[in-house]
């Protein structure tokens, strides 16, 4: 979901995706192995937000 200020208000975008053609296991992204820590450090933490962009297919 993002939302963007427009000239008459915000403009609101929600993409809803089937979770079984898109859910991967982290062991398959190709990541190396200091990347994968790093991340499962961020995801692992109490607070905050982590914003991940990219295509969808």
């Known amino acids: 979901m993002s939302t963007v200020p427009a000239e008459h208000g915000e403009s609101v975008s929600l993409r809803l995706l089937s979770r079984g053609s898109i859910l ?8 190396s192995a ?8 961020i995801i692992n933490r109490p607070h905050g937000i982590t914003l991940v962009t990219g295509t969808t297919v």
Request: glycine share 12%.
């Open 24 to 31: 991967k296991g982290m062991d398959t992204l190709g990541m």
């Open 34 to 41: 200091r990347i994968e820590k790093a991340i499962r450090e």
